[in-house]
């Protein structure tokens, strides 16, 4: 909408609508022709005209800011918008992540998914409550994402970008709000309260004087209002909500069982006789709000581990132009391709690969590893890193929603997309849940009409009240989100909600051995030549036969000088080979690249380096065993789990790291067939499966498995298959893996337990007319309060009884 | 008796003022906001002059139409209901013009820009007000605005059985809106947006249009409340039947 054509449709003083008989009364104020919705606003505006006030009009807060046409989403559908936040998916979808304002419970989840999902060409929604969080994909040539956010807005939640920050402002405010909320009603009750006693007690000593009783009742009126109309909107904006898109949420009942207890108490006082539930109404909103404002404290806690990698990136990048001078771009405007330049102690701005000289970075945020990293040219950095000490060029080979940050970022989401039958089963009852909680004490009231009309409110009101099932709704989602975000602020991510089903029932814990129960960090300890050749041109070959793997030997040789190999492939679990200048080489395992025996010059870990089957060098590699491995394993096995250890290698050096750390049972030189047919003969016994691994001969056996975890240093494909990520060097966090696994299991149980024996006791009780309005209310929010309180209990990560001895 | 006459002033006003918050308010916390320090002290100077002029305004119209209505009362026995009816059809068609479904009311508005291009002047005096005391007046005068709010109000007030009752029930209607104008005045423009928002609206309004309801039924029988009564002098405020200590 143009500017002029605004000032025309929209009161100039106060902002509403013009009416058309008003359309004709215009003034004009600096030079424009601007209207009203009424005479008084004109008028108004006329004198602070001429009162020669209209910098007032230029002072006070922009009403722009929060225009309700949908065409505030057009800008989603820049370019320069998209390639910062839509990520084009190899499917030929698009996908991005809104932050939505306005969600607090599971109905709110079931009602975005439901209505977003009727769009056309919308294909994905996952809605997160606990970040507030909708990830949605489309068909691009279908729909826009303007149109998508204008549907979220429709129905009452305020679509942007997802970031943390504004996730973390937004959560603020919310909580202030609350905060307020909960204050208006936390004194407003307790008037209330008083009053009620005042009047009970009078009431047992044989009445007071009527003025004083009417007295008491209008206070009790005027007092309730602030508290139903102010604090009690979460409830009623929510209800209102679910009623607008006919999918009634846990509101609904709370927000009818306030209205009418409210309005039944008003025109009490206003006839002057008839009984009064202020004290029960008021109460009811002071605790929901309280367990509301716990739940959305427990939701800012938990979001706030996931960092947003999004918000380390620079705004703006420096990259070579097209005459080879530096120039400052903004970041939305990089390319794949381009060279960039980053200074000392920057962040890096995109993916790349390094150019020219070494240099050290640092990952901590993306890996939790606090020392530098030693990177060679050609090596590959990531987005998020920061430079050390001296500048480096990189060539830029991804940029935006294609970062492997974001992929970090996407895994950690993934969690929920895969929510446990359990979370599924409590959303999709909710609606089919309250509309029989309405039903019911529709019936209730019908009944006790009949039995003592006298009663028959109060007995239904109590009834809606008490079974109102939100603590069935909270007791599964806030364990699990709750769990999850204190596994990952200790570098812990669980990519996928059915490992919290799983991970109790684990018996067995399968190891990798290089690069997970050790270092991985291998480093080549002695080169012994046996031809003619020298140790530098043994290396180079090497080097150049490893170009390009991703297997952590590789590592170890160095960057190759020069040339690679060619017709070069890796055999898994045996080595790779390749051809140099016509002549066929083979690396790894002897009897793989040796034609004929041939024995290791010595103990270690040997690799024999052939050339057309003609051994010409041995290479002696060493890799360091984790600092916390023999800790781990030993309180693993504490915990009564049987411990297995499968190797690639051959070397008798797993037999002997085996027998040192006490494993039950080990193989060596297995290859990834060998390894999955082991998992699988395990899981044939009845055995359930934890498998930790790196490598990508480690993804079919990770993908079997019945839990599987990649070590933070395993390859992009092994963590991508995996159900939980190491997002630092630390195998100890396993034990805190395993057992917030068992927590979790026990306070979702606990929390389930709970939620129904509650209902399924105080239902009858209230329908029988046992239970006071405001006894359900205190009974209802303590229910769910309890619910959200143990939930609450998995924050603090523990270990188990024997690891903490 | 004054109880209900206070309550039903306040409802009023309560309500009616998220009509004033668009109006009003955002002014009242520019200027507010001009006064640096002083803020808080003018901003009750201010709304005390508007609370003032209320009463006022009420204890004169209460004059008028018990005089009048005595006067009519000899000729047209019905002249109180009639007078009521007339009040509660202004309270529903606020409660319309506030809920944005029928916004005819805002002409009688116009009946009073007359009287406001008079006063002007001496508003623009007091504008932006320098001290509690311009603000105080500003206020008095702010209250002569021709507002379809304080129109209905007087209406209502107007019928309450004699010009002092008249008067407090304006005053308790100024009162009323005093939460919603200091919320605006020192919360700011984000509170206000939020009090402005379509569903607080609705509600006020619809609350206003069942108060407006309810007095038009009860005052020709159709429910229970009074309508007995035939001395618009003597007939308290329209509710007054219902409660016991009303007379």
Same mark, same amino acid.
């Given at each position: 909408?143009?500017?002029?054509?605004?000032?025309?449709?929209?009161?100039?003083?106060?902002?509403?609508?013009?009416?058309?008989?008003?359309?004709?009364?215009?003034?004009?104020?600096?030079?424009r022709?601007?209207?009203?919705c009424?005479?008084?606003?004109?008028?108004?505006?006329?004198?602070?005209?001429?009162?020669?006030?209209?910098? !007032? !009009?230029?002072?006070?807060?922009?009403?722009?800011?929060?225009?309700?046409?949908?065409?505030?989403?057009?800008? %989603?559908?820049?370019?320069? %918008?998209?390639?910062?936040?839509?990520?084009?998916?190899?499917?030929?979808?698009?996908?991005?992540?809104?932050?939505?304002?306005?969600?607090?419970?599971?109905?709110?989840?079931?009602?975005?998914?439901?209505?977003l999902?009727?769009?056309?060409?919308?294909?994905?929604?996952?809605?997160?409550?606990?970040?507030?969080?909708?990830?949605?994909?489309?068909?691009?040539?279908?729909?826009?994402?303007?149109?998508?956010?204008?549907?979220?807005? *429709?129905?009452?939640?305020?679509?942007?970008?997802?970031?943390?920050?504004?996730?973390?402002?937004?959560?603020?405010?919310?909580?202030?709000?609350?905060?307020?909320?909960?204050?208006?009603?936390?004194?407003?009750?307790?008037?209330?309260?008083?009053?009620?006693?005042?009047? !009970?007690?009078?009431?047992?000593?044989?009445?007071?004087?009527?003025?004083m009783r009417?007295?008491?009742?209008?206070?009790?009126?005027?007092?309730?209002?602030?508290?139903?109309? !102010?604090?009690?909107?979460?409830?009623?904006?929510?209800?209102?909500?679910?009623? @607008?898109?006919?999918?009634p949420?846990?509101?609904?009942?709370?927000?009818?069982?306030?209205?009418?207890? %409210?309005?039944?108490?008003?025109? =009490?006082?206003?006839?002057?006789?008839?009984?009064?539930?202020?004290d029960?109404?008021?109460?009811?909103?002071?605790?929901?709000?309280?367990?509301?404002?716990?739940?959305?404290?427990?939701?800012?806690?938990?979001?706030?581990?996931?960092?947003?990698?999004?918000?380390?990136?620079?705004?703006?990048?420096?990259?070579?132009?097209a005459?080879?001078?530096?120039?400052?771009?903004?970041?939305?405007?990089?390319? @794949?391709?381009?060279?960039?330049?980053?200074?000392?102690?920057?962040?890096?701005?995109?993916?790349?690969?390094?150019?020219e000289?070494?240099?050290?970075?640092?990952?901590?945020?993306?890996?939790?590893?606090?020392?530098?990293?030693? @990177?060679?040219?050609g090596?590959?950095l990531? *987005?998020?890193?920061?430079?050390g000490?001296?500048?480096?060029?990189?060539?830029?080979e991804?940029?935006?929603?294609?970062?492997?940050?974001?992929?970090?970022?996407?895994?950690?989401r993934?969690?929920?997309?895969?929510?446990?039958?359990?979370?599924?089963?409590a959303?999709?009852?909710?609606?089919?849940?309250?509309? =029989?909680?309405?039903?019911?004490?529709?019936?209730?009231?019908?009944?006790?009409?009949?039995?003592?009309?006298?009663?028959? %409110?109060?007995v239904?009101?109590?009834?809606?009240?008490?079974?109102?099932?939100?603590?069935?709704g909270?007791?599964?989602?806030?364990?699990?989100?709750t769990?999850?975000?204190?596994?990952?602020?200790?570098g812990?991510?669980?990519?996928?909600?059915?490992?919290?089903?799983?991970?109790p029932?684990i018996?067995d814990v399968?190891?990798?051995?290089?690069?997970?129960l050790?270092?991985?960090?291998?480093?080549?300890?002695?080169?012994?030549?046996?031809?003619?050749?020298?140790?530098?041109?043994?290396i180079?070959?090497?080097a150049?036969?490893?170009?390009?793997?991703?297997?952590?030997?590789?590592?170890?040789f160095?960057?190759?000088?020069?040339?690679?190999?060619?017709?070069?492939?890796d055999?898994?679990?045996?080595?790779?080979?390749?051809?140099?200048?016509?002549?066929?080489?083979?690396?790894?395992?002897?009897?793989?690249?040796?034609?004929?025996?041939?024995?290791?010059p010595?103990?270690?870990?040997?690799?024999?380096?052939?050339?057309?089957?003609?051994?010409?060098?041995?290479?002696?590699?060493?890799?360091?065993?984790r600092?916390?491995?023999?800790?781990?394993? =030993?309180?693993?096995?504490?915990?009564?789990?049987?411990l297995?250890?499968?190797?690639?290698?051959r070397?008798?050096?797993?037999?002997?790291? =085996?027998?040192?750390?006490?494993?039950?049972?080990?193989?060596?030189?297995?290859?990834?067939?060998?390894?999955?047919?082991y998992?699988?003969?395990?899981?044939?016994?009845?055995?359930?499966?934890?498998?930790?691994?790196?490598?990508i001969?480690?993804?079919?056996?990770?993908?079997?498995?019945?839990?599987?975890?990649?070590?933070?240093?395993?390859?992009?494909?092994?963590?991508?298959?995996?159900?939980c990520?190491?997002?630092?060097?630390?195998?100890?966090?396993?034990?805190?893996?395993?057992?917030?696994?068992?927590?979790?299991r026990?306070?979702?149980?606990?929390?389930?337990?709970?939620?129904l024996?509650?209902?399924?006791?105080a239902?009858?009780?209230?329908?029988?007319?046992?239970?006071?309005?405001?006894?359900? *209310?205190?009974?209802?929010?303590?229910?769910?309060?309890?619910?959200?309180?143990?939930a609450?209990?998995?924050?603090?990560?523990?270990?188990?009884?024997?690891?903490?001895? | 008796?004054?109880?209900?006459l206070?309550?039903?002033?306040?409802?009023?006003?309560?309500?009616?003022?998220?009509?004033?918050?668009?109006?009003?308010?955002?002014?009242?916390?520019?200027?507010?906001?001009?006064?640096?320090?002083?803020?808080?002290?003018?901003?009750?100077?201010?709304?005390?002059?508007?609370?003032?002029?209320?009463?006022?305004?009420?204890l004169?119209?209460?004059?008028?139409?018990? #005089?009048? #209505?005595?006067?009519?009362?000899?000729?047209?026995?019905?002249?109180?209901?009639?007078?009521?009816?007339?009040?509660?059809?202004?309270?529903?068609?606020?409660?319309?013009?506030?809920?944005?479904w &029928?916004?005819?009311v805002?002409r009688?508005?116009?009946?009073?820009?007359?009287?406001?291009?008079?006063?002007?002047?001496m /508003?623009?005096?007091?504008?932006?007000?320098?001290?509690?005391?311009?603000?105080?007046?500003?206020?008095?005068? &702010?209250?002569?605005?021709?507002?379809?709010?304080?129109?209905?109000s007087?209406? &209502?007030?107007?019928?309450?059985?004699?010009?002092?009752?008249?008067?407090?029930?304006?005053?308790?209607?100024?009162?009323?809106?005093?939460?919603?104008?200091l /919320?605006?005045?020192?919360?700011?423009?984000?509170?206000?947006?939020?009090?402005?928002r379509?569903?607080?609206?609705?509600l006020?309004?619809? /609350?206003?249009?069942? /108060?407006?309801?309810?007095?038009l039924?009860?005052? &020709?029988?159709?429910?229970?409340?009074? #309508?007995?009564?035939?001395?618009?002098a003597?007939?308290?405020?329209p509710?007054?039947?219902?409660?016991?200590?009303?007379?």
């Amino acid at each position: 909408m143009s500017e002029a054509a605004s000032l025309l449709s929209s009161c100039f003083h106060c902002g509403d609508a013009v009416p058309p008989a008003m359309a004709g009364e215009v003034l004009e104020i600096e030079g424009r022709e601007v209207a009203f919705c009424c005479p008084a606003c004109r008028m108004v505006a006329m004198t602070i005209r001429d009162s020669g006030l209209t910098s !007032y !009009y230029r002072f006070r807060d922009e009403r722009g800011d929060k225009p309700t046409t949908p065409a505030r989403y057009d800008a %989603f559908d820049q370019p320069a %918008f998209q390639r910062r936040w839509v990520r084009r998916r190899s499917d030929g979808l698009v996908e991005t992540e809104l932050l939505l304002e306005g969600m607090h419970c599971a109905a709110c989840i079931w009602l975005i998914e439901h209505h977003l999902r009727q769009l056309p060409g919308v294909r994905e929604v996952q809605v997160n409550l606990s970040e507030q969080r909708c990830q949605v994909s489309w068909e691009p040539d279908v729909s826009r994402l303007s149109n998508i956010c204008s549907a979220v807005a *429709a129905i009452g939640y305020q679509p942007q970008p997802f970031s943390a920050d504004r996730l973390e402002q937004s959560q603020r405010a919310e909580q202030r709000r609350l905060l307020r909320q909960l204050g208006v009603a936390g004194l407003g009750s307790m008037q209330v309260g008083m009053a009620a006693i005042g009047l !009970y007690a009078a009431d047992l000593q044989g009445g007071i004087h009527d003025s004083m009783r009417e007295l008491l009742r209008w206070a009790s009126l005027w007092l309730s209002i602030p508290i139903v109309v !102010y604090s009690g909107m979460p409830f009623l904006r929510g209800a209102w909500r679910g009623v @607008k898109a006919r999918r009634p949420g846990m509101d609904l009942p709370v927000a009818v069982a306030i209205v009418l207890g %409210f309005l039944a108490s008003a025109w =009490a006082t206003w006839q002057g006789t008839g009984e009064i539930y202020y004290d029960s109404v008021t109460m009811f909103i002071f605790l929901l709000l309280t367990g509301r404002y716990l739940e959305s404290r427990a939701r800012a806690w938990s979001s706030r581990g996931g960092t947003d990698l999004n918000a380390l990136l620079p705004l703006a990048a420096t990259r070579f132009d097209a005459d080879g001078k530096l120039e400052t771009i903004p970041l939305e405007t990089l390319r @794949k391709g381009d060279r960039v330049v980053v200074a000392a102690g920057q962040t890096l701005p995109a993916d790349g690969i390094l150019l020219e000289r070494d240099a050290s970075v640092n990952e901590a945020a993306l890996t939790g590893e606090f020392m530098p990293v030693h @990177k060679q040219p050609g090596d590959l950095l990531t *987005a998020g890193a920061v430079n050390g000490d001296q500048p480096l060029v990189m060539t830029v080979e991804a940029t935006g929603a294609d970062l492997r940050l974001q992929m970090v970022q996407r895994l950690a989401r993934q969690a929920e997309q895969h929510k446990p039958l359990l979370a599924q089963l409590a959303d999709r009852m909710a609606s089919a849940f309250v509309i =029989a909680v309405l039903v019911l004490s529709g019936l209730t009231w019908l009944g006790w009409h009949f039995i003592d009309p006298g009663r028959a %409110f109060w007995v239904a009101l109590s009834v809606l009240v008490v079974s109102c099932p939100c603590a069935l709704g909270l007791a599964t989602p806030m364990a699990l989100t709750t769990a999850t975000q204190a596994l990952r602020r200790q570098g812990l991510l669980v990519t996928r909600g059915a490992v919290w089903e799983a991970l109790p029932t684990i018996t067995d814990v399968v190891f990798d051995k290089t690069g997970t129960l050790t270092e991985g960090r291998i480093e080549l300890a002695e080169t012994r030549p046996v031809s003619g050749r020298s140790a530098d041109v043994c290396i180079a070959i090497a080097a150049a036969l490893e170009v390009g793997s991703s297997h952590p030997i590789a590592a170890a040789f160095g960057a190759a000088a020069g040339n690679m190999a060619e017709q070069r492939r890796d055999v898994a679990g045996l080595g790779v080979e390749g051809v140099i200048a016509g002549r066929r080489y083979r690396l790894g395992v002897a009897a793989f690249a040796v034609n004929g025996e041939v024995a290791p010059p010595g103990s270690g870990h040997w690799i024999a380096l052939a050339e057309e089957g003609e051994l010409i060098c041995w290479f002696r590699l060493d890799d360091a065993l984790r600092r916390d491995t023999a800790a781990t394993v =030993a309180a693993l096995q504490e915990l009564g789990l049987r411990l297995h250890l499968l190797s690639g290698d051959r070397s008798d050096s797993v037999a002997r790291l =085996a027998t040192e750390l006490g494993f039950d049972h080990y193989v060596d030189s297995a290859t990834p067939a060998d390894k999955l047919a082991y998992l699988t003969r395990l899981q044939g016994d009845g055995k359930r499966v934890l498998m930790v691994g790196d490598g990508i001969n480690d993804i079919p056996v990770l993908a079997a498995a019945d839990v599987s975890v990649a070590m933070s240093n395993a390859s992009q494909l092994a963590k991508t298959r995996a159900d939980c990520m190491l997002l630092g060097p630390q195998l100890s966090r396993l034990l805190a893996l395993l057992w917030q696994g068992v927590r979790t299991r026990r306070i979702v149980r606990e929390n389930l337990a709970w939620a129904l024996g509650y209902n399924i006791i105080a239902l009858p009780l209230a329908a029988a007319g046992l239970v006071a309005p405001w006894l359900a *209310a205190v009974g209802m929010s303590a229910s769910s309060l309890l619910v959200v309180l143990n939930a609450l209990r998995l924050q603090r990560l523990r270990l188990p009884p024997s690891a903490t001895s | 008796m004054t109880l209900t006459l206070l309550g039903s002033g306040l409802l009023l006003g309560l309500m009616g003022s998220t009509h004033c918050l668009g109006m009003c308010g955002g002014l009242s916390a520019a200027l507010g906001a001009a006064a640096g320090t002083q803020q808080r002290l003018m901003a009750l100077a201010y709304n005390l002059g508007r609370i003032c002029c209320y009463a006022l305004l009420g204890l004169i119209a209460g004059g008028i139409v018990t #005089g009048f #209505g005595d006067l009519l009362q000899q000729w047209l026995p019905e002249t109180g209901r009639i007078l009521r009816s007339v009040a509660a059809l202004l309270v529903i068609g606020m409660g319309l013009f506030i809920t944005g479904w &029928w916004l005819g009311v805002s002409r009688i508005e116009t009946m009073g820009s007359g009287v406001w291009r008079r006063l002007q002047p001496m /508003v623009r005096h007091f504008l932006p007000p320098r001290t509690p005391v311009d603000a105080l007046l500003l206020g008095g005068l &702010w209250g002569l605005l021709p507002c379809g709010l304080v129109y209905s109000s007087l209406s &209502w007030a107007a019928t309450a059985g004699g010009p002092l009752q008249s008067a407090t029930l304006m005053a308790a209607f100024g009162l009323g809106t005093l939460p919603a104008m200091l /919320v605006t005045t020192l919360g700011g423009q984000e509170l206000q947006h939020r009090l402005r928002r379509p569903f607080v609206r609705k509600l006020a309004g619809s /609350v206003l249009i069942g /108060v407006g309801l309810w007095s038009l039924l009860s005052i &020709w029988g159709v429910i229970p409340g009074h #309508g007995h009564h035939h001395h618009a002098a003597h007939d308290a405020a329209p509710h007054s039947g219902t409660a016991p200590h009303a007379h």
